[in-house]
């Protein structure tokens, strides 16, 4: 079983960065995917950025150019540097693995955008 642990959240006033880190442990055979949700309150799950194993990135509009999505394939970790926060990215972002046909998720890390 995988199971992906998140670090690297915190309080950050609006313009800043943070950088939230993701390592996956457990039975890991092949990862095709990494990536990271957020989960705002009162609102539903939503992908924030997402890597595959060959390097494809995808980004959720509102953090285009703004956010950067990484991984290290060989220790199983996926990167998310956040760059130009807004208040509205306050959330509780997740970790999310997929390794063979199983998705699995961190227990989150809260991330609040305030001055």
């Known amino acids: 079983q995988v199971q992906p642990v998140e670090s690297g959240g915190g309080l950050v006033q609006p313009g800043g960065s943070l950088r939230l880190s993701c390592a996956a442990s457990?039975?890991?055979?092949?990862?095709?995917?990494m990536g990271w949700y957020r989960q705002a309150p009162g609102k539903q799950r939503e992908l924030v950025a997402a890597i595959t194993s060959g390097g494809r990135t995808n980004y959720a509009d509102s953090v285009k150019g703004r956010f950067t999505i990484s991984r290290d394939s060989a220790k199983n970790t996926v990167s998310l540097q956040m760059n130009s926060l807004k208040p509205e990215d306050t959330a509780v972002y997740y970790c999310?693995?997929?390794?063979?046909?199983?998705?699995?998720w961190g227990q989150g890390t809260q991330v609040t955008v305030s001055s």
């Open positions: 457990g039975s890991i055979f092949s990862v095709n995917a």
């Open positions: 999310n693995v997929v390794a063979g046909i199983k998705a699995s």
